[in-house]
């Protein structure tokens, strides 16, 4: 009997710290804020219409789902498919956001900043929730992106 009870102890103790073990604070960023604008911002030699428009077509080509968009403001938002997965105390959802400023610098030059960002959500069978966000910073996976919104510029710019 004794066995048991130390047993269904430990497994208690195990259940109820596993779901606290996701609640650590995310890693600290490496770079100043003007590191990441460097990695995150790009200007291209086209209007901001045209950067817009090959922006939008970009993300929804990589899977993101647009939230809003206004060419007015400049502004583009979005996120990938969630992802979901049952462990064993709780439920663990995630996905990226990303946004988009596209604003005219001069007449023909326009500069866009990308944003990416990793979600994770996870949540208990008691109600407890634990949200977490990680900024991407990886400066290969902004590059990767403004090749191909040079290239929709490139298309569009000679669409015509």
């Known amino acids: 009997m004794r066995i ?3 047993l269904l102890s430990k497994i208690l103790i195990i259940s109820l710290l596993i779901p606290l073990a996701g609640c ?3 890693p600290k960023s490496t770079k100043t804020s003007l ?4 990695i995150q911002s790009k200007e ?3 209007s901001k219409k045209i950067a817009f428009a090959a922006t939008l077509s970009i993300l929804q080509d990589q899977g993101y789902i647009i939230g809003s968009a206004s060419l007015e403001t400049g502004l583009i ?3 990938s498919p969630t992802n979901s997965e049952n462990k064993i105390f709780y439920r663990e ?3 990226t956001k990303a946004t988009a400023f596209v604003e005219e610098i001069t007449p023909g030059r326009t500069k866009v900043r990308l944003n990416f960002v990793n979600s994770t959500s996870r949540s208990g069978g008691y109600g407890q929730r634990d949200d977490q966000d990680y900024p991407i910073e990886d400066p290969q996976i902004y590059q990767e992106t403004f090749s191909k919104i040079q290239q929709g510029i ?3 710019k000679n669409a015509n």
Do not use: H
């Not at 590191?35 to 460097?38: D, P």
């Open 154 to 156: 490139f298309i569009r």
């Open 24 to 26: 650590l604070p995310p």
């Open 93 to 95: 959802m995630s996905d």
């Open 44 to 46: 291209f030699e086209t």
């Open 4 to 6: 048991k009870m130390r």
């Open 35 to 38: 590191e990441l604008q460097a």
């Open 77 to 79: 938002s979005g996120k």
